[in-house]
């Protein structure tokens, strides 16, 4: 078999390409105290949701996106469903609603009007526009319609479970979560994690002691037995 010779450069290149047997990790920049505040409250918030789906069924949040939620769960309710809902929230609250997604389509016609005299016509926000406009059922969500009723669901709890970790529910009161050290699941695993990572891997670096000891045992052994 003949032996393939190589330039010293092209070791040196293959030596620093390949990854040692383990490296430590290196340490993540230090976040501000605002930043890390923040970060604490929205894990506790995704805590709190996760603990308590209910949240969701709120009547109320209907009036977060009027139109989002008409294309995401009244357009996929059947008319017994739809009927059962209005019973549920009663006249006025289906009133209100009726009321606040008028007012939506006329701001987002008039938001689209405006658009339209400044986009150019051959422009991929043209097009945009225009497919949103051929499909009432897409509304901000990346111009493709939920693929039947159980999406569009997961698509609005996806929207409100955003908008709630954000803190832009504005009828939640968020210190009650936002104070609580019992939703700071995420963080305590984060730091569980990070103390595994620092610790150094002496099973690769440092040979058992014990190993050792029977290594050394054998090499003192013939194979022959002395009686």
């Known amino acids: 078999m003949p032996f393939v010779t190589i330039s010293e450069e ?10 040692p047997a383990y490296e430590k990790p290196v340490p993540r920049p230090a976040k501000s105290p605002a930043k890390s505040r923040e970060i604490r409250a929205q894990n506790r918030r995704r ?25 995401l769960i009244r357009q996929h309710q059947t008319p017994a469903e739809r009927e059962a809902d209005g019973k549920r929230k009663g006249y006025s609250r289906v ?4 009321l606040a997604r008028g007012e939506a389509r006329l701001a987002d016609l008039a938001k689209k009007a405006e658009e339209s005299t400044v986009t150019p016509p051959g422009s991929a926000a043209a097009a945009a526009t225009t497919v ?8 901000d969500l990346d111009l493709l319609p939920p693929d039947g009723k159980d999406e569009a669901k997961e698509r609005w709890y996806d929207f409100l479970a955003d908008r709630f970790i954000h803190g832009q529910d504005e009828d939640f009161d968020y210190d009650v979560v936002d104070f609580d050290e019992a939703y700071d699941v995420m963080e305590r695993q984060d730091a569980q994690d990070a103390w595994f990572e620092e610790e150094d891997p ?5 040979p058992d002691e014990k190993t050792d000891q029977r290594q050394a045992s054998r090499s003192g052994e013939t ?4 009686f």
Do not use: C, M
């Open 47 to 71: 805590e709190y949701i996760n603990r308590n789906p209910k949240y969701f069924a709120s009547t109320e949040h209907e009036f977060a996106d009027p139109l989002l939620y008409d294309a």
């Open 132 to 139: 949103a406009r051929l499909n009432p059922t897409v509304v």
């Open 202 to 206: 002496e099973w690769v670096s440092e």
């Open 10 to 19: 092209e070791a040196n290149a293959t030596a620093q390409t390949r990854a």
């Open 223 to 226: 194979g022959i037995q002395d």
């Open 95 to 98: 009133l209100e609603g009726d």
